[in-house]
């Protein structure tokens, strides 16, 4: 029995890529990301989890990982039926890895509020027959998904670093963070637009325009 682990990191970033990570363990060599101490991605410092990651890697059969750009997602995102078209992308993504892994059964970390009908978007993009389990919060479930989590969020934690090694402290790139809002701040103010790297669908970085161009209307 072929399993594999689907997860996303990034979803709610303002900066940079949504990283979605798969791997393939045979069923009886799960214990090996118990010995090797996997767990939610979230617990982990950065440094924690690119060494597992690294790890993970090495004792998998296969591991697959594919960085959604903010030009791609800002074009799914300012379509109609916003949040629908982000998790259809997400769901044709997984699709894509589950088909390169091609194991017997796949548990997935689901986007969708519906669990179920995440599973049928992804099924809905595949060829051969496989058993999807989407839940959510499936990180915390199953270390399979814990794993590929792992991979993800090490994915884009090098690409945030890479972003800050070029442009100077961005922050971790969530709206949530003072430094990424002080960042695009400073970018509106120098360029009067955002970097390719920014999501500029997202409404934080929405409002932050706009309050932009309402300071520059009242000073003429």
Request: charged letters at 35%.
């Amino acid at each position: 029995m072929l399993v594999a682990g689907v997860d996303d990191a990034g979803r709610g970033a303002v900066i940079g890529p949504l990283v979605i990570a798969g791997v393939l363990f045979r069923e009886e060599d799960l214990y090996k990301l118990a010995e090797l101490g996997v767990r939610d991605s979230k617990l982990l410092s950065p440094s924690r989890r690119f060494r597992l990651a690294e790890e993970i890697k090495r004792i998998a059969l296969k591991h697959r990982v594919v960085k959604l750009l903010p030009p791609e997602i800002d074009k799914v995102v300012m379509s109609n039926r916003k949040l629908h078209k982000l998790n259809r992308l997400e769901a044709r993504t997984m699709a894509q890895i589950i088909a390169e892994l091609k194991p017997d059964i796949a548990y997935v970390d689901a986007s969708d509020v519906l669990a179920e009908r995440f599973k049928q978007h992804i099924l809905e993009c595949l060829s051969f027959n496989v058993e999807i389990i989407s839940e959510h919060k499936a990180d915390k479930s199953y270390p399979i998904v814990s794993a590929a989590s792992i991979i993800a969020k090490a994915e884009r934690d090098n690409s945030v670093k890479k972003l800050q090694e070029k442009y100077g402290d961005i922050g971790c790139g969530y709206p949530t963070d003072p430094k990424t809002i002080a960042f695009l701040r400073e970018c509106l103010k120098r360029f009067d637009k955002y970097p390719d790297f920014v999501r500029k669908s997202w409404k934080p970085a929405k409002k932050l325009k706009d309050e932009a161009r309402m300071r520059q209307a009242k000073l003429g």
